[in-house]
C-alpha cells in the first residue's frame, strides 16, 4: 500500500485547529459549500486519469499527479530527466536515476519547464506573463517532516499545477478586540482572483522559507505591517489542506499555515494595514456577519475563505 493515498485517492484531510475568531464564527449554517468550491477534487471520482508522479521508479512514495496529456508529452519527447515507471499495467512518472539529488533535479524541471514556456506549451498557465520567478519546496513526503535533508526539488511557482505537486502557503487573520476583521480587495492586475476578497495577508512560502518567515514577509510587502508586532501578536493555528482542481483542469492539492493577529486593544487606530507592493487594492474592517455572508456569496478567493 502507498504511503500518502489519503491525498492522491481521496479527500485530504482538513485539519484546521480553531483559535478564538475561528471558534466565534461558528454558525448554525453549513460551510459545506464554501469548503466544496476550494476542496473540490477527488482522484476515484474524476472523469480523466491521472498518473503517478514519483521521485524515482523505486520510490512507492507519490508528490504528484500529471495528466494523460503531460504524460504523453513528456513520452513522445524523450525526456531524459523524467521517464515512464514499471511495471507498465499501472504507468508513473519519475526522475531518471541519475538525478539523485534535489539539485539535479531542480535544474533537470527548470530546463523542461522554461522549454515549454518558450515554445508556448501550457500557455494558460506558464506564458511569460504568468511567469513569477519564484521557486516553491517540493518534498520527498509532501506530509512528512520538512527539513533540508527531506528537499526532492524546487521549481517555479507557476509550473507546479502541471505536475499536480502540493505546494504550501500561509493565511493570517487579523482582528479586532470587538470581533472586526480587516478583509483585502485583491488587485484587479493580480494574475490569479483579481478582485477577490482575501485574507487580512496570504502568500505561498517560497523555497527556502520557513511558514512563519514568509508570514512576515508577506505582512510587510503586502499589508506594511511591522515584523515585530507580527513576532509580538501572530498566533500560529494549525493548518488547513486540501485538493483543489482550476477551472483550466490543473491540480492544485495544498496546505495552508493558518495564523490570528488580534490587535492589541487601545492600538485599532494605530495598527491598520495598507497595501505596498501593488497585490492588494484596499483593506477594509468588516464585521464577522458581513465576512460569513461573503464567504457563502463567492466573493472570496476559495482557499481564503478556509483560512477566514
Not at 469548503?35 to 523505486?58: G, V
Request: a negative charge.
Amino acid at each position: 500500500m502507498e504511503r500518502n493515498p489519503k491525498w492522491a485517492e481521496s479527500p485530504v484531510s482538513h485539519g484546521h485547529t480553531y483559535c478564538a475568531i475561528h471558534e466565534m464564527m461558528v454558525s448554525s449554517r453549513s460551510f459545506a459549500a464554501v469548503i466544496n468550491r476550494c476542496d473540490n477534487f477527488r482522484r476515484e471520482t474524476a472523469p480523466d486519469n491521472f498518473i503517478d508522479f514519483r521521485l524515482s521508479p523505486s520510490s512507492t512514495n507519490i508528490i504528484g499527479l500529471v495528466s494523460e496529456d503531460v504524460f504523453n508529452l513528456l513520452q513522445a519527447a524523450h525526456q531524459e530527466a523524467l521517464l515512464k515507471g514499471i511495471p507498465t499495467d499501472k504507468p508513473f512518472l519519475s526522475f531518471n536515476p541519475r538525478l539523485d539529488t534535489a539539485e539535479k533535479r531542480s535544474e533537470a524541471l527548470k530546463d523542461l519547464v522554461e522549454k515549454w514556456r518558450d515554445n508556448g506549451l501550457f500557455a494558460n498557465i506558464i506564458a511569460p506573463n504568468l511567469w513569477r520567478n519564484e521557486l516553491y519546496t517540493v518534498y520527498v513526503d509532501p506530509f512528512g517532516p520538512h527539513t533540508e535533508d527531506r528537499v526532492a526539488f524546487a521549481l517555479e511557482r507557476t509550473a507546479c499545477a502541471i505536475f499536480g505537486l502540493v505546494t504550501y502557503g500561509v493565511h493570517m487573520t487579523m482582528y479586532t478586540s470587538d470581533w472586526k476583521i480587516w478583509v483585502p480587495t485583491r488587485s484587479k492586475t493580480k494574475q490569479t482572483w483579481p478582485l477577490c476578497l482575501d485574507n487580512s495577508v496570504a502568500g505561498g512560502i517560497p523555497h527556502g522559507f520557513t511558514p512563519f518567515e514568509s508570514l512576515i514577509k508577506e505582512c510587510e510587502e503586502e499589508a506594511s505591517l511591522d515584523a515585530s508586532l507580527v513576532k509580538a501578536h501572530a498566533i500560529p493555528c494549525g493548518a488547513v489542506s486540501y485538493y483543489f482542481r482550476s477551472e483550466k483542469g490543473y491540480l492544485q492539492p495544498e496546505v495552508q499555515y493558518i495564523y490570528d493577529l488580534l490587535i492589541p486593544p487601545g492600538k485599532e487606530d494605530e495598527i491598520i494595514p495598507r497595501p505596498k507592493d501593488g497585490e492588494v487594492d484596499s483593506f477594509k474592517l468588516e464585521n464577522v456577519d458581513a465576512v460569513v455572508e461573503k464567504m457563502h456569496g463567492g466573493l472570496f478567493k476559495p482557499n481564503c475563505a478556509l483560512g477566514e
